[in-house]
């Protein structure tokens, strides 16, 4: 943080250029030429990706680490091609540029299924993907920072190196071809071996070499699991939040807005809030009030305190009023039909049904929060987020200032599940340091601010109608309603309303690889207000848990054995998607005769590029219900580190399981009825499953892992529940129908 807190952005072309006392490397295979946005001072050198200067060396990662473990992966990739030692490798956080575009963004563009996708279409979207340097979006989301990072990273790495080499041939007098490098040296055959600091200098000042990526045969670091980048400080406490940053004279800050969503303020009094001791200044924010204090408890006093007469909200008074609105959806045109196979209308359904899903928060570990400092016209802010350039400008926006003088550090982040993308925080952070020039002020929500005023999952209702014959499912067709989330929160990153067929709506449902002759499924928007956003998994967070429970009601119409019926029909069509069914068959005992009191349920959900099948155990417990054993099987395809993939697979698996099991936003007159963890909770140790999980590497391309492992956990846990019980829930959360052990 204190290196790249003296960086600003600049117009440096990616290459190599000399400054004093170090060497910045940075490699691209678009034509076009990159800015860099690093300036070196002090005496430091960087590029987007690697700085080398009398400290050691240095790896910028592109990404924001959120627990995900992705500031150690990316780093490696660039470790690995320069031979850099990991254990005295640091990473960074890169600033808000263009040059940290995320081109795998556009891996989805296509309207078509991955497992499905051909080498055509692979590559048309990998030049989507470049095109997208364009926009700059330099966004951490869709489970992409390592599928994006792949090449990218390696060759900034390997360029370096290359340069490196270089130089020592030069001085030694031998052959580049005779050096090789390990652990930060260039080293000669006849063993004397030169430190990359003293080479970086007059290395960048050399055309970046053309290099050839190393094979995986010879990787040393790549495919096995390191000490995690950021274990150590936060083994420690010393690695930073947003609220964690603390600045000489410092003022801390909270907010209280209008709780019911599309209202106001009409007025207030900030006497009540004046009298808590520690509250300096109540400010107004149009929709809201600002408290500042001298420390964040009685800013949280003096908010609650303050007397604001509110505004009423536009929307449907209460939670069933929005779930009709969401109904009328189905009879309006459709958005999209992403699949028709067969002549779905010229079938006779044999079963028809309706499922729901409840509106989700993001209910991250860490509120929201951010620190800023408005200095002599100059705003810096430090701030958790998943999109620094929107954050960026949004802030240059709020405070009323070029966006040349933001200097925006992302931070450690609490947890962000595409929470972190929306920009609200740091533009209460920006306005509120604008109205307290020179005062540094740490901005605070209070975990009620923060789960009634989230962009939530929305609600959905799914109506499916189905067929079997002979054991065999001959019609699946399914209608999916709810708000929109590309067009709301794509609308609130760009500025632009979103148009034609809406993917990520139907996702998780149209894209799955089964064998059905008949086979329709249509997307219907609704148009209802609510704020929502990105969640983990998004559309496929709700339409896994339509599609295969549908799946296993099919299974059971036709009396197969729901993971051997999902397997007749997958194979045909993915043998990789067969594969993690398999694994997960033998990893659980899927068949062996179950004890008395248990019920088994499984699914299967290709998403982000990665097929992830569960398999959830029941087990009755004292008159409750115990959810017992978890078994996950996935295949990412190539694999850098399996122990991150598996806590990520198990971190999904949970997020997952909690929703299914208590998540529930509910709203009257427009207002979250939920505030707190006593009202929205999640899995805690004493009921968390034993999980296993297996890694398969069978997929010839390499997928994301950060959210598959939550669309499957829901349907196996519901069809669980079914195959202990015998009733079929076809609403969640799943507690509202069953007593489990919470």
């Known amino acids: 943080m204190s290196r790249l807190g003296k960086i600003t952005r600049r117009t440096l072309l990616v290459g190599a250029v000399a400054v004093a006392g170090g060497a910045a490397f940075g490699v691209y295979q678009i034509r076009r030429p990159v800015e860099n946005p690093l300036r070196p001072e002090e005496g430091a050198t960087l590029n987007p990706y690697v700085i080398i200067d009398q400290a050691g060396i240095s790896i910028?990662?592109?990404?924001?680490?959120?627990?995900?473990?992705?500031?150690?992966?990316?780093?490696?990739?660039?470790?690995?091609?320069?031979?850099?030692?990991?254990?005295?490798?640091?990473?960074?956080?890169?600033?808000?540029?263009?040059?940290?575009?995320?081109?795998?963004?556009?891996?989805?563009?296509?309207?078509?299924?991955?497992?499905?996708?051909?080498?055509?279409?692979?590559?048309?979207?990998?030049?989507?993907?470049?095109?997208?340097?364009?926009?700059?979006?330099?966004?951490?989301?869709?489970?992409?920072?390592?599928v994006d990072g792949f090449e990218r990273m390696r060759l900034a790495g390997a360029g370096a190196r290359e340069a490196l080499k270089a130089v020592a041939s030069?001085?030694?007098?031998?052959?580049?071809?005779?050096?090789?490098?390990?652990?930060?040296?260039?080293?000669?055959?006849?063993?004397?071996?030169?430190?990359?600091?003293?080479?970086?200098?007059?290395?960048?000042?050399?055309?970046?070499?053309?290099?050839?990526?190393?094979?995986?045969?010879?990787?040393?670091?790549?495919?096995?699991?390191?000490?995690?980048?950021?274990?150590?400080?936060?083994?420690?406490?010393?690695?930073?939040?947003?609220?964690?940053?603390?600045?000489?004279?410092?003022?801390?800050?909270?907010?209280?807005?209008?709780?019911?969503?599309?209202?106001?303020?009409?007025?207030?009094?900030?006497?009540?809030?004046?009298?808590?001791?520690?509250?300096?200044?109540?400010?107004?924010?149009?929709?809201?009030?600002?408290?500042?204090?001298?420390?964040?408890?009685?800013?949280?006093?003096?908010?609650?305190?303050?007397?604001?007469?509110?505004?009423?909200?536009?929307?449907?008074?209460?939670?069933?009023?929005?779930?009709?609105?969401?109904?009328?959806?189905?009879?309006?045109?459709?958005?999209?039909?992403?699949?028709?196979?067969g002549r779905p209308d010229d079938q006779t359904a044999q079963i028809e049904v309706e499922y729901r899903v409840p509106f989700l928060a993001h209910s991250t570990m860490e509120p929201m929060g951010a620190t800023a400092w408005l200095k002599d016209g100059h705003l810096t802010l430090w701030v958790g987020n998943q999109a620094p350039r929107e954050h960026e400008k949004v802030a240059a926006e709020a405070a009323g200032i070029a966006r040349e003088d933001v200097t925006l550090h992302t931070v450690f982040l609490g947890g962000g599940f595409g929470r972190r993308v929306e920009t609200d925080i740091t533009r209460q952070a920006a306005q509120i340091a604008a109205m307290l020039p020179g005062t540094p002020i740490r901005l605070t929500w209070s975990r009620e601010e923060d789960m009634r005023h989230d962009f939530y999952r929305p609600a959905a209702i799914a109506r499916m109608r189905g067929a079997v014959e002979n054991g065999r499912a001959t019609l699946f067709d399914a209608k999916i309603a709810a708000p929109s989330v590309t067009q709301q929160a794509i609308g609130r990153l760009t500025g632009r309303s979103m148009g034609g067929p809406d993917k990520g709506h139907v996702e998780g449902a149209f894209d799955q690889p089964y064998a059905i002759p008949h086979y329709r499924v249509e997307g219907h928007l609704a148009d209802l207000d609510v704020p929502i956003g990105f969640w983990r998994a998004v559309g496929n967070s709700f339409n896994g848990f339509f599609h295969e429970s549908f799946i296993d009601e099919l299974a059971h119409a036709a009396e197969a054995d729901p993971l051997q019926f999902r397997l007749d029909h997958i194979a045909p069509r993915s043998p990789v998607a067969a594969g993690v069914l398999e694994a997960v068959r033998d990893l659980s005992g899927w068949g062996e005769r179950l004890r008395a009191g248990t019920g088994r349920g499984v699914a299967m959900t290709w998403s982000f590029g990665t097929p992830t099948a569960v398999v959830i155990e029941l087990a009755r417990e004292g008159g409750q219900i115990r959810i017992a054993h978890a078994y996950m099987a996935c295949d990412p395809g190539l694999v850098l580190d399996h122990a991150i993939v598996r806590a990520q697979m198990e971190s999904g698996l949970i997020y997952g399981l909690s929703a299914a099991l208590m998540g529930e936003i509910t709203f009257t007159d427009g207002r979250a009825d939920q505030g707190n963890f006593p009202d929205y909770d999640a899995l805690r140790m004493h009921n968390t499953p034993q999980i296993e999980v297996a890694i398969l590497q069978n997929k010839p391309h390499m997928g994301g892992v950060g959210e598959p492992g939550t669309p499957p956990a829901m349907p196996a846990l519901a069809n669980a529940l079914f195959d202990l019980t015998g009733e079929r829930v076809r609403s969640l959360p799943l507690q509202n129908h069953a007593e489990f052990i919470v």
């Open 170 to 341: 030069e001085r030694l007098g031998v052959d580049v071809e005779q050096l090789r490098t390990e652990a930060g040296r260039v080293i000669a055959p006849d063993g004397t071996e030169i430190d990359y600091r003293d080479l970086a200098e007059e290395a960048a000042t050399r055309p970046v070499p053309r290099v050839e990526l190393r094979p995986a045969s010879e990787w040393k670091l790549l495919g096995r699991s390191l000490p995690r980048s950021d274990m150590r400080a936060k083994a420690t406490g010393t690695a930073q939040f947003s609220t964690d940053i603390v600045l000489e004279g410092m003022k801390f800050a909270t907010v209280r807005i209008c709780p019911y969503h599309g209202g106001g303020m009409a007025s207030f009094d900030p006497a009540p809030a004046l009298e808590v001791p520690g509250v300096e200044q109540v400010l107004d924010l149009d929709n809201g009030v600002a408290v500042i204090a001298r420390n964040t408890w009685a800013a949280m006093q003096g908010a609650e305190a303050a007397r604001i007469d509110w505004t009423p909200s536009p929307l449907p008074a209460t939670t069933e009023a929005m779930y009709d609105r969401i109904a009328e959806a189905f009879d309006a045109r459709r958005n999209s039909r992403m699949r028709n196979d």
């Open 60 to 146: 910028i990662a592109p990404r924001a680490e959120m627990g995900q473990g992705v500031h150690t992966t990316l780093a490696a990739l660039v470790a690995e091609e320069l031979d850099a030692e990991w254990e005295s490798v640091r990473v960074l956080h890169g600033p808000p540029a263009a040059a940290y575009f995320n081109g795998a963004l556009a891996h989805g563009a296509l309207p078509v299924a991955d497992y499905a996708m051909r080498d055509w279409q692979r590559s048309l979207t990998e030049g989507i993907g470049a095109a997208t340097k364009l926009l700059g979006l330099q966004v951490t989301g869709g489970s992409t920072s390592t």
